[in-house]
């Protein structure tokens, strides 16, 4: 598997940081990757910094977001966006380097995704 940097998906990160008001984020935290010769069949993944790590290597909460590029590089613009959207949902409104599951007592992270899609959206327009 080779994996590397990613700059336009941090770029793209950082507008939808911006756009939907996720001040919880700090973008400086945030590593970009797009890789390549996966055989995960998802498009994208987020990569949590768990408490010990971050204890033991003295450094701040961190979460990497990684494409799959064979996957995600054929999507269409608005589906390469709501995949970005989802996976920024996984953090946590405190930034503690944990992730947040698909399924909580709030709702289903999908339904998440499309709310801020159409926000996102109404932005734009």
Not at 6 to 16: N, T, V, Y
Not at 18 to 36: A, G, Q, T, W
Not at 39 to 63: C, D, E, G, N, T
Request: hydrophobic share 40%; aromatic share 8%; charged share 30%.
């Amino acid at each position: 598997m080779e994996w590397l940097p990613a700059s336009d998906i941090k770029r793209d990160i950082a507008k939808l940081v911006r756009d939907l008001d996720f001040s919880h984020i700090n973008l400086k935290c945030i590593v970009c990757y797009r890789s390549r010769g996966s055989s995960s069949r998802a498009r994208a993944r987020i990569w949590s910094f768990p408490k010990v790590w971050q204890m033991a290597l003295k450094l701040p909460p961190h979460y990497i977001i990684e494409v799959i590029g064979e996957r995600y590089d054929r999507l269409a613009p608005e589906e390469k966006i709501r995949t970005l959207i989802h996976e920024l949902m996984h953090i946590p409104l405190n930034f503690s380097g944990s992730l947040l599951p698909h399924r909580t007592r709030a709702g289903r992270l999908e339904k998440k995704v499309d709310k801020f899609y159409r926000i996102l959206e109404n932005k734009r327009a």
